[in-house]
């Protein structure tokens, strides 16, 4: 019974954590570019003073589902999506590079070239920045090209190219802060292959009716988990009740 207790326990919780992920992952449903988590459970054994002949649940996150989203159109050239595979560079709260699938751009009091929350967009030579212009446009490739303010329609000027990436999967990983970086070692170079459409962005690839299925699931296992530890009250109840009685 003890066992049986201890099986029913650490599955009961190990069972709120998975359902957290999937939590997530439904709640990012509409966040742009947003990749889900995956989500497994597995038995570990418990070592320590003796035999490991006690096993508990262990629900984990073992990797990032990168399959990419549907592209959504938006009309503002500042929104900008990968075509196909590749990353965007960006900077990261901790000054680290950091990769992202699509952005809703902005250009800030400074001139600076940030996504929607506030990270530094990364270019050849660093974060991007823009002098002060009439109109921004961005190419297929990346490139930045801007009409200055008082030049005439005609008069178009190249500031800077956006760094796009193309590492090993394998090699990225996602973050608790959701970011994506690579494993490896040093920065990603840029990879000219890689290619963005302009005034559009990339939706979450979560699945909200399996991720709602999953839930439910995981719902129905914490039912039985909790009524297994009732089982095993009574039962251990039932044994105290005919020792007495000896």
């Known amino acids: 019974m003890d066992k049986m207790l201890y099986v029913a326990m650490s599955g009961a919780s190990q069972t709120t954590l998975a359902q957290r992920a999937h939590a997530n992952n ?16 597995r038995a570990m054994p418990v070592f320590g003073d003796g035999f490991p002949s006690r096993v508990y649940a262990m629900s984990e996150r073992p990797a990032t589902d990168f399959t990419p989203g549907t592209l959504q159109e938006t009309g503002n050239n500042l929104d900008v999506a990968v075509s196909g ?43 991007i920045a823009i002098p002060p212009e009439q109109k921004v446009e961005i190419g297929q490739d990346g490139t930045i090209s801007i009409r200055a303010l008082g030049e005439a329609p005609n008069v178009v000027a190249e500031v800077d190219r956006l760094k796009l990436v ?24 840029a990879d000219n292959t ?53």
């Open 85 to 127: 595979d590749g990353w965007l560079a960006v900077q990261a709260p901790d000054g680290s590079e950091a990769y992202v699938r699509t952005a809703s751009l902005k250009i800030d009091a400074l001139g600076q070239l940030r996504t929607g929350n506030g990270m530094p967009v990364m270019g050849n030579g660093g974060p």
């Open 26 to 41: 439904l709640a990012n449903i509409s966040t742009s570019g947003f990749r889900r988590d995956f989500e497994q459970a």
């Open 166 to 189: 193309n590492p090993d999967l394998k090699q990225m990983e996602k973050g608790t802060d959701g970011l994506i970086r690579y494993k490896g070692a040093g920065p990603v170079q």
């Open 194 to 246: 890689v290619q963005v459409t302009s005034g559009f962005l990339e939706a979450s690839n979560v699945n909200a009716v399996e991720e709602m299925t999953s839930i439910l699931s995981l719902s129905r296992q914490f039912e039985l988990q909790v009524k297994m530890m009732r089982t095993a009250e009574d039962d251990a109840a039932a044994v105290a009740r005919v020792m007495q009685l000896s």
